[in-house]
């Protein structure tokens, strides 16, 4: 009875105290807010795409679903963080609708990221890294264990996980803050390790706010990542971004935003000499989450190895932005042209409600695009038809 007594007064402090944040945040900067992303309830959107793509729900009923990759088998997996676990949700008739939600992990704590390297799931949880095997295939994972658990796990909580072409695993770490000056190197960066047992942890890269996407470029190697700015500087500053991370590099915050932007708090005269600017720059306050390169044969051959990002959707900004999906055209390494929508309509740009937030991108043995939305709990699917 005690215990619950005092569990019940943690949740109510708990409570009180983010009560108080978010008011303290509406009072003091609600010309620079809107809460339309945290509104109501989730649901299906009728999604807007370029002629001859198609849009289908693929599943339903998840709850908070994040990253997704295709597995060695196929099938689709998911970070399902709200009901703690990894889904596998397999299409064995291949109709563009999983056959089911198969529970591949359970237990986990909020689980964000997954990547499958050398016969192992590893998912990225708030304090680390827990890798998952499925011994005798059958669906389930068999073994699991902790590699990591020392992360800290105020502010950004979100862990990412990826491998790099010589083997190593990143994971990224975002910032404690909106802005400040770290205690822990591994915040506002990505920590590197030389074998994916952990050993060797060093320092990627640092100044990365929120680089919540990482993705291999699958012809040059490269590590690219999407950058979720610092908030409070108006609607418009700072752009969010996309870098290609070199190893050893510092990008700049909190003293300098973007390579050219001195912080207005943290920053001072020289803060941006030197600081390597991003691949591109977007609306800020889209919040870009998942990046995936179109690695498929299905799309129109102008789509093939193009970036496609999902902008999670604002909160720090007067007038509502992002929750949608948009396109980087690449030639190579380098952009062509600026971002541009790919699947809309999550945000009626009228009534200003959000129907869903979208998280996670993957591309499916079949070359469809499969989106997460962790606001209504979906799975979208976009293939092309040509009419």
Not at 95 to 115: K, Q, R, W, Y
Not at 139 to 162: C, F, K, M, Q, W
Not at 272 to 292: D, I, K, N
Request: charged fraction near 20%; glycine fraction near 12%.
């Amino acid at each position: 009875m005690i215990n619950r007594k005092l569990i019940a007064g943690g949740c109510a402090l708990l409570l009180v105290l983010l009560f108080g944040a978010v008011a303290f945040a509406w009072f003091t900067f609600r010309d620079q807010v809107n809460l339309a992303g945290m509104q109501g309830s989730g649901q299906a959107t009728n999604l807007t795409v370029p002629a001859g793509f198609v849009v289908n729900i693929f599943a339903e009923g998840l709850d908070g679903p994040r990253f997704l990759q295709v597995g060695p088998d196929g099938a689709i997996y998911v970070a399902d963080r709200g009901n703690g676990r990894i889904a596998r949700l397999p299409d064995t008739n291949e109709d563009g609708i999983a056959d089911s939600i198969e529970t591949f992990a359970g237990d986990l704590n909020a689980p964000h990221s997954l990547v499958f390297h050398e016969g192992a799931w590893y998912v990225g949880v708030p304090t680390g890294i827990v890798r998952l095997v499925d011994e005798d295939g059958d669906g389930t994972a068999d073994s699991r264990t902790t590699l990591i658990d020392n992360y800290p796990t105020s502010g950004h909580s979100t862990r990412t996980v990826e491998f790099l072409p010589d083997g190593r695993m990143v994971v990224s770490v975002g910032s404690s803050c909106n802005v400040c000056q770290e205690d822990d190197p591994r915040r506002a960066g990505i920590a590197v390790y030389n074998r994916p047992e952990t050993t060797g942890e060093e320092i990627f890269a640092q100044g990365l706010r929120n680089a919540v996407g990482l993705a291999v470029h699958p012809e040059t190697g490269e590590l690219w990542a999407t950058n979720n700015g610092r908030d409070l500087m108006g609607d418009d500053l700072p752009p969010e971004t996309v870098y290609i991370v070199d190893e050893g590099e510092h990008y700049g915050w909190p003293f300098c935003q973007n390579g050219h932007i001195v912080d207005p708090d943290e920053g001072f005269t020289g803060a941006c000499e030197g600081v390597p600017l991003p691949l591109t720059e977007m609306q800020a306050h889209s919040a870009p989450l998942g990046l995936v390169f179109y690695t498929g044969q299905t799309f129109p051959q102008a789509y093939h190895h193009d970036l496609f990002i999902a902008f999670h959707g604002s909160w720090n900004r007067s007038t509502p932005t992002g929750y949608k999906v948009v396109r980087l055209p690449l030639e190579g390494s380098t952009p062509t042209g600026p971002v541009e929508d790919f699947a809309t309509g999550w945000l009626d740009e009228e009534t200003l409600a959000v129907d869903g937030r979208p998280v996670g991108l993957a591309v499916g043995a079949d070359g469809a695009l499969y989106i997460s939305d962790d606001k209504g709990g979906f799975i979208y699917r976009i293939s092309y038809r040509d009419a």
